[in-house]
């Protein structure tokens, strides 16, 4: 188990065929308020272990931006 505050980014990768992810959330879903950040963003120098031909991502993971381009909230 694992908690992840309110706004926090986060992602998973999965290096199986066959995954279950299941996710308690605090309200409901919310799709206007979601932001997405380009999993291999150069900045955030993440050492995924695979390679990026191989990466199946959702529609909305494909359109992710650079955390340095991502709106900011105060």
């Given at each position: 188990?694992?908690?992840i505050?309110?706004?926090?980014?986060?992602?998973?990768?999965?290096?199986?065929?066959?995954?279950?992810?299941?996710?308690?959330?605090?309200e409901?879903?919310?799709?206007?308020?979601e932001?997405?950040i380009?999993?291999?963003?150069?900045?955030?120098?993440?050492d995924?272990p695979?390679?990026?031909?191989?990466v199946?991502?959702?529609?909305?993971?494909?359109?992710?931006?650079?955390?340095?381009d991502?709106e900011?909230?105060?």
């Amino acid at each position: 188990m694992l908690w992840i505050p309110a706004g926090f980014g986060h992602a998973f990768l999965a290096l199986t065929e066959g995954v279950g992810l299941a996710y308690k959330v605090t309200e409901y879903y919310y799709p206007a308020g979601e932001r997405t950040i380009a999993w291999n963003d150069l900045d955030l120098a993440i050492d995924w272990p695979i390679d990026a031909e191989r990466v199946i991502l959702s529609e909305k993971d494909r359109h992710g931006v650079a955390l340095k381009d991502a709106e900011l909230y105060q």
